[in-house]
């Protein structure tokens, strides 16, 4: 018989989390976060810390097999893509109402073009930017945009996350060299893009007209209010206002039951941990034929006559009769091993 | 009489995970649990909802990449080894729980649930599609279709052709698949683009799915909010938008249901509990430890885990539905009077959600839909073709573009950590659609072909949105990456080898033996 304990983890896990950009994990997540030394960073040239939202929490959870980022697997990872396509093009994409992201490359060609059309030191004294333009509302030929400004970007960078603030605006960028002069020598115009509202329109349909209080509180129905919406400030006010103002805050809010759970109980706390669990292994051997049982219960033996079995160990006594018989059933043998168990 | 319908949409999605070029391969697990965890608990649920005449209509996406693994003979096979091996595994474990009861029973569990699988896998001579397939021609449920791989619309807008392309393939997929057209799709993560909905008139979809401020910030101001759908300007085609109240009750882990201190906790799991020589077999061939599936703690409330009790789970479960229902009752008739018309609930969720990462979550969809039919009047369960249906009228406006994701928008799909995607996948975008151009004509020799068609399937694959959203959620990303880079790879060398006119065919063999999907592509879509 051999008695075996082991701790169940291998290690001290820790959490690592990245400076720069707050880490927010809640419910489950943060579990998560503890159980598989997970970890949740968030980079992003925009000024926003990535969260989770439960549906972001269920989706990840279908592609977690409890295994470590690290883990080694034997497959090799494929070659890298091309750094470029020899393209000289800027493509405008949006993000959210309040930002957009744009990606370029600008090819050898265009900038020895560039260079034997400026001469080397007015190229190399120019300002690499992009032009924002608002294009609302207009076909955009270059000249006719209600403003634009400009973003001054390394040579290096190839891409960009722009805020325009607009939500509502339709906008187009050109990447190209400002000189010290003050022109503008356009190397690529992007396609347009039209940043979505933040907040309901103001344009209402004669045939379906709304009243602006009713309006504002089916607006806040679908919103199920708390949830961290898309809804600009001034609306999300208004909205509030609406519902508890009026006769009637939207009914199936009541929301029962469900524990609120003690937020962050683990923030703070310190990490270290140890499980200690015990196993016990009994094992033994008899003729191939026999017929065994362990506690009353029948057992296979193998075809050796050899058997092993393994229980969770807890604290007290166990009694572990183990009765042989043989083929013919004359032959029978008992030996009984009496384990305690107690922890300190 | 009804005052108003419920409408539960569940989006039933996973990326493509194939690799017969290995014995045992990790991310192939996504499937298989789901197998388990869900499709067959909610295939179950609902063969019990028909043998005991009640009524009921749900709505599932079940996307192409979906369907054609559960097609698969490769996949299947290896579902029942995963499954025969699980079944082993809650054998040894109701062994080893002799002096445990708590565990032991809860082990008995386990190898019950996992027999009742591999039954009704073995029953559908292995494919669930039919399943889920019976169910729609009963009437009961119907199926919509999604993205062929899930692409993310709003960044495909710069090259349509791609949108069309996986409006087009999964379209034709869903009819060999299912034997209709469908008539609906579930955007891939809910994500619209203003303009998208003629693509989708195109390919003869009818109606989609938008979160809230899809229709909320849409234009007009559409009169019923998200309580009736409404339809596109210009197309007609009908838009339906979730309601996040009930949403909100089911998602969130904090004042939804399935973060109950009763429900069974889902990182406590044997494979990495237990010790390594006794789990061994059970886990990855390389030692590395994953989950198994058994676990046998409650989420408790404190890091000092109580064994999981099923029946205390199963009573929470039913009062969380009767919970549900009590609210959308009343949710519904307070809408009733104040729009003066029967409100549409639209509340959609990832049907992972029910038993993979919420246990009991089948167990809720069961009492829910029974108390429905039996306990009340003022709701009725209903899939958005009956609505449509029965209200053909509705207000015409401009939805706004919008996502289900991380702040409603792109974000998820667009940050620091994925947005070196766009550059390649726009490029492959644009050159698959000079290739459909170029080769238009009907004088191409099969090796071409072969190889045109080959090339819009690793565009697709490498479009899949799940990568994206993998790289922005910093969790496997070792895998994402190497997919996204795989696919982008054999694209390009196809493209260059098509218009040098030099294809390798024991390559070309090669990735269509690995990235079989879609069979009957035609590159043309992309167009």
Redesign the interface.
């Known amino acids: 018989m051999k008695k075996r304990l082991k701790t169940l983890k291998e290690g001290i896990k820790k959490i690592i989390s990245r400076s720069t950009t707050k880490i927010l994990t809640k419910g489950r997540s943060a579990r998560k976060a503890v159980k598989s030394g997970f970890v949740r960073k968030a980079v992003s040239k925009a000024p926003v810390g990535v969260v989770s939202t439960p549906e972001a929490t269920v989706k990840e959870s279908k592609f977690y097999t409890g295994v470590q980022q690290q883990a080694k697997r034997s497959y090799e990872m494929p070659r890298d893509l091309p750094g470029g396509y020899g393209d000289c093009r800027i493509v405008l994409q949006v993000r959210d109402p309040w930002w957009n992201h744009t990606y370029w490359e600008v090819n050898e060609s265009t900038i020895n073009r560039l260079k034997s059309e400026l001469g080397d030191s007015l190229y190399y004294n120019a300002k690499r930017v992009l032009r924002v333009y608002d294009v609302s509302h207009v076909v955009f030929d270059g000249t006719n945009a209600h403003r634009y400004f400009d973003i001054e970007v390394s040579e290096h960078a190839t891409n960009w996350y722009i805020e325009t603030a607009g939500p509502g605006r339709s906008w187009c960028v050109d990447i190209g060299l400002k000189l010290p002069d003050g022109r503008f020598i356009l190397i690529a115009r992007s396609n347009t893009v039209y940043s979505p509202l933040d907040g309901p329109s103001w344009i209402t349909d004669e045939e379906w007209m709304v009243p602006e209080e009713m309006f504002a509180r089916l607006y806040g129905m679908g919103f199920g209010l708390g949830k961290s919406s898309p809804v600009g400030k001034a609306w999300q006010e208004r909205i509030k206002k609406a519902l508890f103002s009026g006769i009637l805050a939207s009914p199936g809010m009541s929301s029962m039951s469900s524990p609120v759970r003690a937020p962050g109980g683990m923030a703070g706390a310190r990490k270290f941990w140890l499980v200690v669990n015990t196993e016990l292994i009994v094992y033994g051997a008899t003729e191939p034929d026999a017929k065994v049982t362990v506690q009353g219960k029948d057992i296979k033996l193998k075809p050796d006559g050899t058997f092993s079995l393994r229980f969770f160990l807890p604290d007290g006594k166990q009694v572990i009769p183990v009765h042989a018989t043989s083929a013919d059933g004359i032959d029978e043998r008992e030996i009984t091993p009496i384990v305690t168990k107690e922890t300190k | 009489m009804n005052k108003g319908y419920l409408c539960l949409v569940l989006h039933t999605h996973?990326p493509y995970v194939r690799h017969p070029e290995?014995e045992d391969f990790?991310?192939e697990?996504?499937l298989y649990?789901?197998i388990t965890e869900t499709y067959i608990p909610l295939i179950n649920m609902m063969e019990r909802l028909v043998a005991d005449g009640v009524d009921f209509r749900l709505t599932f996406s079940l996307t192409p990449t979906l369907i054609t693994m559960l097609e698969d003979p490769l996949l299947q096979e290896r579902y029942l080894k995963h499954i025969n091996k699980l079944i082993e595994l809650a054998h040894?474990e109701i062994?080893?729980?002799?002096?445990?009861h708590d565990?032991q029973s809860l082990a008995v569990m386990y190898l019950n649930s996992f027999c009742k699988a591999r039954d009704t896998f073995e029953k559908y001579n292995r494919n669930l599609v039919t399943a889920f397939k019976n169910m729609q021609d009963m009437g009961k449920i119907e199926i919509i279709t999604c993205g062929a791989t899930h692409g993310f619309f709003?960044?495909m807008?710069?090259c349509k052709e791609s949108v069309r392309a996986q409006l087009k393939v999964a379209v034709s997929h869903y009819e060999a698949a299912l034997g209709r057209k469908p008539q609906g799709i579930w955007l891939p993560e809910c994500g619209y683009h203003?303009g998208h909905d003629e693509l989708l008139k195109e390919s003869g979809i009818r109606f989609f799915f938008t979160d809230?401020?899809g229709?909320?910030?849409?234009?007009?101001?559409?009169?019923?909010?998200?309580?009736a759908p409404v339809y596109c300007r210009g197309t007609g085609v009908a838009c339906f938008?979730r309601?996040?109240?009930?949403?909100?009750?089911v998602?969130?882990?904090?004042?939804?249901?399935?973060?109950?201190?009763c429900y069974r906790?889902?990182?406590?799991?044997i494979?990495?509990?237990?010790?390594?020589d006794?789990i061994k077999p059970y886990i990855?061939p390389?030692g590395?430890?994953?989950?198994t599936g058994i676990k046998y703690y409650r989420?408790t409330?404190?890091?000092d885990k109580k064994p999981y009790d099923m029946n205390l789970a199963r009573e929470t479960a039913a009062?969380?539905a009767g919970?549900f229902m009590f609210?959308?009752e009343?949710?519904v008739?307070?809408?009733a009077d104040?729009?003066g018309k029967k409100p549409i609930i639209v509340s959609p969720y990832?049907a992972?959600?029910f038993g993979?990462?919420w246990y009991e979550g089948p167990m809720w969809l069961e009492f829910l839909i029974r108390k429905i039919h039996f306990d009340q009047k003022s709701i009725k369960m209903i899939t958005p073709s009956e609505y449509l249906y029965e209200n053909p009228r509705n207000?015409?406006?401009t939805p706004?573009?919008?996502s289900?994701?991380?702040?409603?928008?792109?974000?998820?799909w667009?940050?620091?950590?994925n947005?070196?995607l766009?550059?390649?996948l726009?490029?492959g975008s644009e050159r698959m659609t000079e290739l459909a151009k170029s080769y238009s004509h009907n004088h191409i020799d099969d090796l071409t072909r072969r190889a045109l068609n080959q090339a819009l399937r690793e565009l697709l694959l490498a479009q899949s949105s799940?990568w994206a959203?993998?790289l922005?959620?910093?969790?496997?990303?070792?895998y994402a990456?190497?997919r996204t880079?795989?696919h982008?790879?054999r694209f390009?060398r196809l493209y260059d080898e098509i218009k040098a006119n030099s294809v390798d065919e024991s390559w070309l063999s090669e990735i269509e033996y690995k990235d079989k999907i879609f069979p009957n592509i035609d590159y043309r879509v992309h167009q």
Request: hydrophobic content about 30%.
């Open positions: 996973l290995f990790l991310e697990d996504w649990e789901a040894r062994e080893r729980t002799s002096w445990q565990f709003p960044l807008d710069v203003p809230s401020h229709v909320l910030h849409g234009s007009p101001r559409p009169k019923y909010g998200v309580f938008a309601d996040l109240e009930s949403s909100k009750q998602w969130s882990s904090i004042e939804g249901y399935p973060g109950d201190y906790e889902f990182y406590r799991d494979g990495f509990d237990l010790d390594f006794y990855h390389d590395i430890r994953i989950n989420i409330g404190s890091e009062s969380h919970n609210n959308r009343k949710q008739e307070y809408l104040f729009m990832d992972e959600l993979h990462w207000q015409v406006i706004s573009l919008s289900w994701g991380y702040k409603g928008y792109a974000e998820m667009l940050q620091g950590t947005d070196w766009y550059r390649h726009h490029k799940d959203f993998i922005g959620s910093g969790t496997h990303t070792d990456v190497r880079k795989e982008l790879l390009t």
